[in-house]
């Protein structure tokens, strides 16, 4: 495949992080590789560290001029200022989504391995629909997307489709073909240097 070709990077952040030295370490990924769009993945509820830490992930990503999204919050994707929101629940909050924020905010949803919401999270306005996880039982409720999801997706629907959760080289190449967008979080955050984690997975799409 073309370089124009291949699927394009989607960063997903931890699901907690120390804001002294976490930005640091984004940094580092976005002046290494280019990457599409970050999606603000915090497991907290709490307003005050999500709003700081939303603060200052998007001054790193818009010093990149990189879109920053955030997961399932609306209404603070509003108030910050944000590039628009990631959707956990399939298609069911998406014409909600769409209508608060607006026909130029990013609107995307996560539908698990559902062919059938993702249609209904494409047909009500998502930007992108994302399927997974692709490997490892004990996320989500053990069940996979597979490759055959994919490439029927990409054969029949135009809208852009994001594979994440459980990436593996081995993954990510028999996906390249099929995909718009690998979703990276924790692959790479784990490992001590994440920007040769980085480099170690997108090197199989080549």
Known sequence: MAETDLPQLYLIT???FDLSEFPARLDAVLEAAEIACIRLA???RDEDKLLRAADAVREVAHAHDV?????THVVLAQRLGLDGVHLTDGSRSVRHARKELGPDAI??????????????AAEGGADYVSFGPLSGESLGDGTLADRDLFQWWSEMIEVPVVAEGG????????LTPVTDFFGIGEEIWSAEDPVAALAALTAAMR
């Not at 990436?167 to 028999?174: K, R």
């Open 167 to 174: 990436l593996t080289p081995e993954l990510v190449a028999s």
């Open 14 to 16: 931890p699901p907690e």
């Open 107 to 120: 609107v995307g949803a996560f539908c698990g391995a559902s062919r059938h919401d993702g249609m209904s």
């Open 67 to 71: 879109a920053l999204v955030i997961d």
């Open 42 to 44: 915090l497991a907290t």
